[in-house]
């Protein structure tokens, strides 16, 4: 018993002094909480509707205004403009108004968690709007619903683009965090920095094989989706293979960030598991985007796997263009440039 | 200073809580050797990293081949060979592949890696993973990695702690070799008879760095008869 006893405080006494496994126990479940209570709504989403044709009182979009849950991207568009709002990824709902009181809804289906019920929700719309005219019901009801992009509302079609990220990610950031715990942990990290060679110079040379590795792999998961689950690939796709090696450089810089700060891998590695949760909540992969408060929207924003999860959809169910999707590139290689900072800081405060 | 003077350190001191290391002060030219000597935690390895440039200095100024290490450019890296006390080639490599990793980041020829192999007979382990080498011959492998660019100064934190008296030996023929050849060595070491071998040592001891001074100048300042009891008489006095 008292071996027992020796053993379990001298446990005890190292996992009270580890920082990681103390963040891991505590911080970790905080932010679960924190999440799940105040952010992640799914039941709760904004969509976005556009009003577009014969709705000259304005009266379609005041509704859409009114109704929970439902934000106004556009309203008062010329015929066709709901629908455009829609294929460009401005709106997810878009209502095209004829003159002769017809209603084509137009549904972005790339994202089924978001719009799963939007179906039943405009049809109840319809049947209450119908019986408060006090009207007898058509034999041919005047409503149309069109599904774009992934007609049949495939939930794997929905997730398929998004685990490209989310596969991408996870290895890249561990990748980049055990390379450098693992070479801090031996001399090997000392000895470089005595060497004729730039800080810059070492993490191109350290992670450009990882980000031709990464590349790869997101290659290889994307022709799995296509190739047994139909994933169509209808816009540029090559775009999005152009986007995967800065996805990768990203997340390799970021492992590098949390490595720094790590005593060992041990700790780089829950450093790293430690950022995967936040980034798959508040990117729209397991959640919609849209479902998230404003405050966790703009947390979301900075995680690239946000900006790539909307690229692959782009680039795969909405048809996107080369524009469109390197356009998500943008804010990754702003998150790049952040993370390369953050380790040249962190660089030069460990001569200090 | 002098023009000849290629490493010179003054007052040079460092912090850490409430441990400081103050007043490690010296000169020295081409073909100078110069070891560190002293108990566990007395500021060896904290003077030869701050002279690497991998720890900036609180206190006084030091220049390395004409470079302030606050600031270490690319030209004192190309001089200065570093070795840790711990192994710091890629245990998962060759011997081959770790000697043309540093060839790589020097600039040099590939068949500078066969003059480092022949130099420190190496060859027949060029093929050999660093993990699979014993203590002896991946101390060799080490020295070759960090010599392969002849550099002007060397930085030994204890090269030979661990090793077996004939590679103790060699690595002292290998250094003194490169003393007799102009290079600059400043070496840490425990073992006594390593540091009679310097022409002169820094005594590190509560934090203070005495000397530098010979071997013998140590033992008649501290009135004992051999390097050992020096030591022993000045750490008690402390």
Same mark, same amino acid.
């Given at each position: 018993?008292?071996?027992?006893?020796?053993?379990?405080?001298?446990?005890?006494?190292?996992?009270?002094?580890?920082?990681?496994?103390?963040?891991?126990?505590?911080?970790?479940?905080?932010?679960?909480?924190?999440?799940?209570?105040?952010?992640?709504?799914?039941?709760?989403?904004?969509?976005?509707?556009?009003?577009?044709?014969?709705?000259?009182?304005?009266?379609?979009?005041?509704?859409?205004?009114?109704?929970?849950?439902?934000?106004?991207?556009?309203?008062?568009?010329?015929?066709?403009?709901?629908?455009?709002?829609?294929?460009?990824?401005?709106?997810?709902?878009?209502?095209?108004?004829?003159?002769?009181?017809?209603?084509?809804?137009?549904?972005?289906?790339?994202?089924?968690?978001?719009?799963?019920?939007?179906?039943?929700?405009?049809?109840?719309?319809?049947?209450?709007?119908?019986?408060?005219?006090?009207?007898?019901?058509?034999?041919?009801?005047?409503?149309?619903?069109?599904?774009?992009?992934?007609?049949?509302?495939r939930a794997d079609w929905g997730f398929l683009p998004g685990l490209v990220g989310v596969i991408m990610m996870i290895a890249m950031t561990m990748l980049g965090a055990l390379?450098?715990?693992?070479?801090?942990?031996?001399?090997?990290?000392?000895?470089?920095?005595?060497?004729?060679?730039?800080?810059?110079?070492?993490?191109?040379?350290?992670?450009?094989?990882?980000?031709?590795?990464?590349?790869?792999?997101?290659?290889?998961?994307?022709?799995?989706?296509?190739?047994?689950?139909?994933?169509?690939?209808?816009?540029?796709?090559?775009?999005?293979?152009?986007?995967?090696?800065?996805?990768?450089?990203?997340?390799?810089?970021?492992?590098?960030?949390?490595?720094?700060?790590?005593?060992?891998?041990?700790?780089?590695?829950?450093?790293?598991?430690?950022?995967?949760?936040?980034?798959?909540?508040?990117?729209?992969?397991?959640?919609?985007?849209?479902?998230?408060?404003?405050?966790?929207?703009?947390?979301?924003?900075?995680?690239?796997?946000?900006?790539?999860?909307?690229?692959?959809?782009?680039?795969?169910?909405?048809?996107?263009?080369?524009?469109?999707?390197?356009?998500?590139?943008?804010?990754?290689?702003?998150?790049?440039?952040?993370?390369?900072?953050?380790?040249?800081?962190?660089?030069?405060?460990?001569?200090? | 200073?002098?023009?000849?003077?290629?490493?010179?350190?003054?007052?040079?001191?460092?912090?850490?809580? #409430?441990?400081?290391?103050?007043?490690? /002060?010296?000169?020295?030219? *081409?073909? %100078?050797?110069? &070891? !560190?000597?002293?108990?566990? +935690?007395?500021?060896?390895?904290?003077?030869?990293?701050?002279?690497?440039?991998?720890?900036?200095?609180?206190?006084?100024?030091?220049?390395?081949?004409?470079?302030?290490?606050?600031?270490?450019?690319?030209?004192?890296?190309?001089?200065?060979?570093?070795?840790?006390?711990?192994?710091?080639?890629?245990?998962?490599?060759?011997?081959?592949?770790?000697?043309?990793?540093?060839? #790589?980041?020097?600039?040099?020829?590939? /068949?500078?890696?066969?003059? *480092?192999? %022949?130099?420190? &007979? !190496?060859?027949?382990?060029? +093929?050999?993973?660093?993990?699979?080498?014993?203590?002896?011959?991946?101390?060799?492998?080490?020295?070759?990695?960090?010599?392969?660019?002849?550099?002007?100064?060397?930085?030994?934190?204890?090269?030979?702690?661990?090793?077996?008296?004939?590679?103790?030996?060699?690595?002292?023929?290998?250094?003194?070799?490169?003393?007799?050849?102009?290079?600059?060595?400043?070496?840490?070491?425990?073992?006594?008879?390593?540091?009679?071998?310097?022409?002169?040592?820094?005594?590190?001891?509560? &934090?203070?760095?005495?000397?530098?001074?010979?071997?013998?100048?140590?033992?008649?300042?501290?009135?004992g008869a051999s390097l050992e009891q020096a030591i022993l008489t000045l750490a008690e006095g402390a």
């Amino acid at each position: 018993m008292r071996a027992v006893l020796a053993v379990a405080r001298m446990e005890a006494l190292r996992l009270l002094r580890s920082r990681a496994s103390l963040t891991l126990l505590l911080i970790v479940p905080a932010i679960q909480i924190l999440l799940f209570g105040y952010a992640i709504h799914p039941t709760a989403g904004k969509i976005a509707v556009a009003v577009a044709g014969a709705d000259p009182s304005g009266r379609v979009s005041a509704a859409v205004e009114r109704e929970p849950g439902l934000i106004l991207a556009g309203g008062g568009l010329p015929a066709g403009g709901a629908e455009a709002a829609v294929r460009d990824g401005r709106a997810s709902v878009g209502l095209e108004l004829g003159e002769d009181g017809e209603i084509r809804a137009v549904i972005d289906a790339s994202n089924p968690a978001l719009t799963a019920g939007v179906d039943g929700r405009l049809w109840a719309a319809y049947w209450q709007m119908v019986a408060r005219r006090g009207g007898v019901a058509p034999l041919q009801p005047a409503l149309s619903i069109a599904h774009l992009f992934n007609p049949d509302a495939r939930a794997d079609w929905g997730f398929l683009p998004g685990l490209v990220g989310v596969i991408m990610m996870i290895a890249m950031t561990m990748l980049g965090a055990l390379s450098l715990a693992r070479e801090r942990e031996t001399a090997t990290w000392e000895t470089m920095l005595t060497l004729p060679v730039g800080p810059l110079d070492v993490l191109a040379g350290k992670i450009a094989p990882y980000v031709v590795v990464g590349t790869l792999q997101g290659v290889v998961v994307l022709g799995i989706g296509a190739a047994l689950f139909g994933l169509p690939l209808e816009g540029s796709v090559l775009a999005l293979v152009a986007l995967m090696p800065v996805f990768a450089a990203a997340h390799l810089v970021l492992g590098y960030a949390v490595a720094a700060r790590a005593a060992s891998q041990l700790e780089a590695l829950q450093g790293a598991i430690g950022l995967y949760l936040p980034a798959m909540l508040l990117s729209g992969f397991f959640y919609p985007f849209q479902a998230l408060p404003g405050w966790a929207r703009a947390v979301g924003e900075v995680f690239p796997l946000a900006h790539f999860i909307r690229a692959a959809r782009a680039a795969t169910l909405r048809g996107a263009g080369t524009a469109e999707v390197l356009g998500q590139g943008v804010p990754i290689m702003g998150f790049l440039a952040l993370m390369l900072v953050v380790v040249w800081a962190q660089g030069r405060r460990s001569r200090a | 200073m002098s023009p000849d003077d290629l490493v010179v350190a003054d007052r040079l001191g460092k912090r850490f809580g #409430g441990f400081v290391i103050r007043d490690v /002060s010296f000169r020295l030219g *081409a073909g %100078s050797m110069l &070891g !560190l000597v002293g108990a566990n +935690g007395g500021g060896k390895t904290t003077t030869l990293r701050m002279l690497a440039g991998l720890l900036a200095q609180d206190e006084g100024e030091a220049r390395v081949l004409g470079c302030d290490v606050r600031c270490p450019g690319k030209a004192m890296r190309r001089g200065v060979g570093y070795m840790s006390q711990r192994l710091s080639l890629y245990s998962d490599l060759t011997v081959a592949e770790n000697l043309w990793f540093r060839a #790589g980041l020097h600039g040099l020829p590939a /068949s500078s890696v066969a003059k *480092a192999a %022949s130099r420190f &007979g !190496l060859n027949a382990e060029l +093929g050999t993973r660093v993990e699979n080498l014993s203590g002896g011959w991946a101390r060799r492998a080490h020295f070759a990695a960090t010599l392969l660019n002849e550099p002007k100064l060397l930085l030994l934190d204890e090269p030979t702690s661990g090793l077996d008296a004939v590679t103790r030996r060699t690595i002292w023929r290998w250094l003194r070799d490169l003393v007799g050849a102009g290079h600059i060595v400043i070496v840490s070491t425990h073992d006594l008879a390593e540091a009679e071998a310097c022409p002169a040592v820094l005594h590190f001891i509560d &934090g203070r760095a005495d000397g530098p001074m010979s071997p013998a100048e140590l033992i008649a300042a501290s009135g004992g008869a051999s390097l050992e009891q020096a030591i022993l008489t000045l750490a008690e006095g402390a």
